[in-house]
């Protein structure tokens, strides 16, 4: 059991107490940031003459061989150590004596696990949206491709009115988007540097919290200790945004769950994302459509868990922050681990026009269309709409489509029908006449491609933009 803070304490912690209250089994994954941390540390405290710059040269030293131990695997984290800043501040000891006694000067486990926690945290927004990137870039070369296939469009799982496939996806571009415009936002508010807040007054040593602020690559300083040590706004901000983009690719799941099954074929999973069944030898499942979805419930799980952990936490740090990091980290890896097998899914998946095309023409897609091409003769749209009802029952006991009937038949019901009908319902022109912003036409489709090339290609990554100092 090694623990930092023996001093004041007569017995020896209880084995369970001591198991129950150690980080070390999930905070070893930050090992990095928290070495990176105590370096920027070390640095400004020789820079500031609270320890000299020698000494603040072997700590960094040997602060950097522990980093590259650990990372060949030389070094282990083992569970001998109470969290992850005893194992550092430890083997550092251990290496290189009174010297790294010096390192833990003006500094608390409280403003170093939220400075690690956040440095964990950054990496892991700006890995997500590079991975929403990718995503948004094969969703976009789909829809390059698909301007010109025609499919049903929904409301109620009904079908409604002709789309094309780059229409449908275009609408998970822009959830997509905004995931990451989310990314960015948080990526702004939280790249302040609680580092140097101490336990949760500050210190009397004449740190420069500006100076490892710097270091660390963050905007500045936090500007409340008391708030530096116990904020986690950030990482609830994060889960949010990450629930809300498993929600996205849940939906889209759910999409491509419908579109394989057999009564629809609109697409093909790929056998590489596909499994089979050990019983029903016919059978190809969808299971990593599936599994997306159904890991969107541990994510919000996580959201759950930290805003309620946090409700009741008097200022300023208390123990129960240290319940932030295994539901999140769980969080993290799961939604990263989803919005990569999703993206290699999509890029590998057929889509089948053919059968989307002959559903669309199937199923009155075109019958608001019919209904305009009246109010175009003059029928007044309520009229309208209740002649092309009435010819909508007629096919269904027919089992035939609008465009099946011959113009004789069509004036039956209404006299304003001349031949040019069947143009103004043919899914084509049904497609290509909705020309507003935002709408399936082609042309409409060709802009909303081109802005999202532009966005693509100009989009800063996180961080490249600098905001104002705190
Ligand atoms: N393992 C702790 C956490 O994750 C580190 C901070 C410990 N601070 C303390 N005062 N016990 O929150």
Redesign the pocket.
């Known amino acids: 059991m090694a623990q930092l803070w023996g001093g004041r304490f007569t017995k020896e912690t209880d084995r369970l107490v001591y198991q129950f209250n ?2 070390i089994a999930f ?1 070893r994954k930050f090992y990095r940031q928290d070495i990176e941390g105590s370096k920027a540390h070390a640095k400004m405290l020789g820079r500031q003459g609270i320890i000299s710059e020698e000494e603040a040269a072997r700590m960094i030293e040997a602060l950097d061989g522990i980093l590259s131990d650990v990372d060949s695997g030389a070094l282990s984290v083992t569970e001998e150590y ?4 005893s194992f550092v501040e430890t083997t550092l000891i251990k290496r290189i004596g009174d010297t790294g006694k010096k390192l833990h000067t003006g500094r ?3 403003d ?2 939220a400075l690690d ?1 956040r440095l964990y945290t950054r990496q892991q927004v700006q890995d997500t949206d590079a991975l929403l990137k990718k995503l948004l870039e094969t969703i976009l070369d789909i829809m390059e491709g698909n301007t010109q296939t025609v499919m049903p469009g929904f409301t109620h799982l009904q079908k409604a009115q002709p789309i094309t496939l780059a229409h449908h996806l275009g609408a998970y571009f822009e959830m997509f988007k905004r995931d990451r415009q989310r990314m960015a936002d948080i990526y702004g508010r939280m790249n302040y540097c609680p580092l140097g807040s101490g ?1 949760l007054a500050g210190t009397t040593f004449p740190l420069d919290r500006e100076y490892t602020a710097e270091l660390l690559g963050f905007y500045g300083p936090t500007l409340n200790s008391m708030d530096g040590v116990s904020d986690r706004d950030y990482l609830i901000e994060f889960l949010s945004a990450l629930s809300t983009v498993m929600m996205h690719l849940s939906r889209f799941s759910e999409e491509i769950i419908i579109w394989n099954s057999n009564e629809y074929q609109f697409v093909e999973i790929d056998d590489a994302y596909s499994t089979g069944s050990s019983i029903m030898p016919q059978k190809k499942n969808p299971d990593i459509a599936e599994l997306v979805r159904g890991k969107t419930g541990r994510v919000y799980g996580a959201l759950m868990s930290l805003l309620t952990t946090m409700k009741g936490i008097p200022l300023a ?1 208390n ?1 129960d ?2 319940e ?2 295994e539901l999140a980290f769980d969080a993290m890896d799961t939604a990263k681990g989803c919005l990569a097998l999703f993206e290699g899914m999509l890029s590998t998946m057929k889509f089948n026009k053919g059968v989307m095309e002959r559903s669309a023409s199937h199923g009155f897609t075109n019958a608001t269309d019919a209904a305009d091409y009246l109010v175009g003769r003059g029928v007044p749209f309520r009229d309208a709409h209740g002649i092309i009802g009435q010819i909508v029952l007629f096919c269904i006991e027919k089992g035939i489509a609008i465009d099946d009937m011959p113009l004789s038949e069509l004036k039956r019901f209404s006299e304003a029908f001349e031949e040019d009908i069947y143009k103004a319902v043919s899914m084509e022109t049904c497609v290509n006449k909705r020309l507003t912003t935002g709408a399936p036409g082609k042309a409409a489709m060709e802009r909303a491609i081109a802005a999202g090339r532009n966005y693509l290609k100009g989009a800063p990554g996180i961080g490249a933009v600098h905001a104002p100092r705190n």
């Open positions: 150690a980080s905070d109470e969290d992850i800043h608390s486990r409280n170093q696990v926690m336990a740090y123990k922050m240290q932030d990091k």
